[in-house]
């Protein structure tokens, strides 16, 4: 059983910046394709960004491209989520989720463990 754990969320003006971390425990965390996700309010939870399990790959969704960046440091069992020049329309829980698989999924139903999530606010 994996256990997921995010922090760094909180209330930023637009253009500013945040790191979110996810630090994951009960699996040996190489194993494990890592990603993040949002929910803004009042809509479905979105694909954010995927990294492999090397960190060597990584993906984004089309609206965060160029503006956010996945990392994992795997001797500390982490995933981390640097988010610059940040909007409003980012705003949302932010989740981060992990699948024992090389696959880099951008779906939730395939992933098999989350965190419970943290909150990011950005305000105009």
């Known amino acids: 059983q994996v256990q997921l754990v995010e922090s760094g969320g909180g209330l930023v003006q637009a253009g500013g910046s945040l790191r979110l971390s996810c630090v994951a425990s009960g699996h040996t965390f190489i194993s494990l394709t890592m990603a993040w996700f949002r929910q803004p309010p009042g809509k479905e939870r979105e694909y954010v960004a995927v990294?492999?399990?090397?960190?060597?790959?990584?993906d984004y969704a089309g609206s965060v491209k160029g503006r956010f960046t996945i990392s994992r440091d795997n001797a500390k069992n982490t995933v981390y989520l640097q988010m610059n020049n940040l909007k409003p329309e980012d705003t949302g829980v932010y989740y981060c989720?992990?699948?024992?698989?090389?696959?880099?999924?951008?779906?939730?139903?395939?992933?098999?463990?989350w965190g419970q999530g943290t909150q990011v606010t950005v305000s105009s």
């Open positions: 989720a992990a699948k024992e698989s090389s696959a880099l999924f951008t779906d939730t139903p395939n992933y098999d463990y």
């Open positions: 990294i492999s399990r090397s960190g060597n790959i990584r």
